[in-house]
């Protein structure tokens, strides 16, 4: 199974996307799985998980119904807020859905890392983690000291880092971004998704150069086992294309990876990870 472990979907009269505005307009419209398939059939893509971009409960269930009609959506990943005492009652109601496969905590969106320690939020993330819930971690370089202290307190949570943690690419971010990722890498259960790179550099002047030390790094501390490929479109519409996202991977894989490796890369890895069954895609039969 080939897979694209990260992309969303969005209408903008929903008004979910606070972020998306007209100053974005190659962002500024909608984009749902009719827009898509074109790429994954292009790149032999089975299918993608499909990953909510708006902190509401309501952008949840719209992707939800979205994947209800769409094969090519293999799996959902929602959104909770761990600070809000009915978090439990939301993703009761979202785990009766077949697709749904696990949330995601924004923690770019917080103004405070620090609060990611408190005791009550601790001890939510602990309940998930006791469950062997996979949980997406949106964070960014700067807020990866409080994610390493987090994860420290659940050991086992089944936890990946999206978008490499989004170091500043367009300023040659190596330090202390690398002691932090090494430290994550260390974690057995903490998986890492190259995802988001192309957004991070100079959206109009970046080169496949500019990649080369951050895929290479993170291959080498997680291992062939521990990684995903992740388009992140349409975010990615901000600098690259879907064939060019593909292309800066691939031309930072080191030259002894296999079909093996590559296979994990694309698609295995995800498919182990948010625990989908190999009838989800094509005709759907996991349902």
């Not at 009652?89 to 770019?108: A, D, S, T």
């Not at 990866?144 to 690419?169: G, N, S, Y």
Request: one cysteine or more.
């Amino acid at each position: 199974m080939r897979i694209d472990a990260h992309q969303h979907y969005w209408t903008i009269k929903r008004n979910d996307y606070g972020w998306i505005t007209p100053e974005l307009p190659v962002l500024y419209r909608d984009f749902l799985p009719e827009h898509l398939r074109p790429h994954l059939r292009n790149h032999g893509l089975d299918g993608s998980i499909l990953v909510q971009a708006a902190p509401t409960i309501e952008e949840t269930d719209f992707i939800l119904q979205l994947a209800d009609g769409n094969d090519t959506v293999l799996g959902v990943v929602g959104w909770l807020n761990l600070f809000d005492p009915n978090h439990r009652l939301h993703y009761e109601r979202f785990r009766r859905h077949p697709k749904f496969v696990g949330f995601r905590i924004m923690i770019q969106d917080m103004p405070d890392a620090s609060r990611l320690l408190e005791p009550s939020f601790v001890q939510a993330l602990r309940l998930y983690e006791s469950e062997d819930v996979p949980v997406d971690l949106l964070v960014v370089s700067r807020q990866l000291p409080h994610a390493v202290k987090l994860l420290e307190q659940v050991p086992h949570l089944r936890a990946v880092i999206d978008h490499i943690a989004k170091p500043r690419v367009k300023d040659a971010e190596r330090e202390p971004w690398l002691s932090h990722m090494t430290a994550l890498s260390r974690m057995p259960n903490v998986y890492c998704k190259l995802s988001g790179m192309v957004t991070e550099a100079d959206h109009s002047r970046w080169r496949r150069e500019d990649f080369m030390p951050y895929i290479r790094q993170v291959l080498e501390l997680f291992g062939p086992e521990r990684v995903m490929f992740g388009s992140d479109w349409p975010v990615c519409l901000l600098a690259a294309d879907y064939d060019e996202v593909m292309d800066v991977l691939a031309s930072g894989l080191p030259d002894n990876w296999g079909e093996e490796e590559r296979a994990r890369l694309f698609g295995l890895n995800a498919q182990q990870f948010y625990k989908l069954k190999q009838g989800r895609c094509g005709d759907d039969r996991g349902r």
